[in-house]
């Protein structure tokens, strides 16, 4: 069964610091990883989505990595901005069509 | 259209009542899911369907019932709810790439 956790549960920066937010999973059979954002009583914000294949994507200021051996994938977000604050979200998909684990996410605060 | 429409966005219902969420998507995506997610929790799979056909239930109560009419409509009937069962439900659809989740319906029990 696949499991995913996400350290640290919670971290606040101030304005202008680049983040890095880990996810690790057990299972390294992955179809794919996906990051999103979620604020506060919203839904998900797909970010960027990782194919098993990929070692990392880019959008902007966020950069998403995966190392399928050590099952591990890093979202990176620089210069940090206060509208960045939320909760970050990673997702390991099974097969195609199968479902998203989810880890417990991070929670994000970019202090002016 | 590359979004995912829930309805309604909130909903209170007794525990005697009958009440149904909706998702619909036009974006041609041939699986859809239904997960609940509970206050500063991740959220949980509960139902997929793909091709129109359930492929899988996360052992969800009877309580709830997911229906799949057409490829672009999901519907989850809920019925003799308990306030446990409170809780964001969102739906998301995929072909095989980016999942796409709705904003959600905001359910409470009482």
């Known amino acids: 069964k696949q499991e995913v956790t996400q350290i640290p549960a919670a971290l606040s920066v101030p304005e202008g610091e680049n983040l890095v937010l880990n996810c690790s999973f057990t299972d390294s059979a992955i179809y794919n990883l996906q990051w999103f954002r979620q604020d506060p009583g919203k839904g998900l914000t797909s970010l960027l989505l990782i194919q098993s294949s990929q070692r990392e994507q880019t959008s902007g200021r966020l950069n998403a990595s995966l190392d399928k051996s050590s099952g591990r994938s890093t979202l990176y977000i620089a210069a940090s901005q206060p509208g960045d604050s939320a909760t970050y979200l990673c997702?390991?998909?099974?097969?195609?069509?199968?479902?998203?684990?989810f880890g417990g996410g991070t929670r994000v605060l970019v202090k002016p | 259209d590359t979004e995912v429409t829930q309805t309604p966005k909130h909903l209170v219902m007794g525990m005697t009542n009958k009440k149904s969420l909706k998702c619909e998507q036009h974006?041609?995506?041939?699986?859809m899911y239904w997960y609940k997610q509970k206050a500063k929790k991740p959220p949980e799979l509960m139902f997929v369907?793909?091709?129109?056909?359930?492929?899988i239930n996360e052992s969800v109560p009877s309580r709830f019932s997911p229906e799949c009419p057409n490829s672009s409509l999901l519907n989850l009937h809920l019925h003799a709810l308990q306030p446990e069962d409170s809780a964001l439900y969102l739906c998301?659809?995929?072909?095989?790439?980016?999942?796409?989740f709705g904003s959600g319906t905001r359910l409470t029990v009482v």
């Open positions: 997702a390991a998909g099974g097969a195609a069509g199968n479902k998203l684990t």
């Open positions: 369907y793909s091709y129109e056909k359930l492929s």
């Open positions: 998301a659809s995929s072909r095989g790439g980016p999942y796409t």
């Open positions: 974006m041609g995506h041939r699986a």
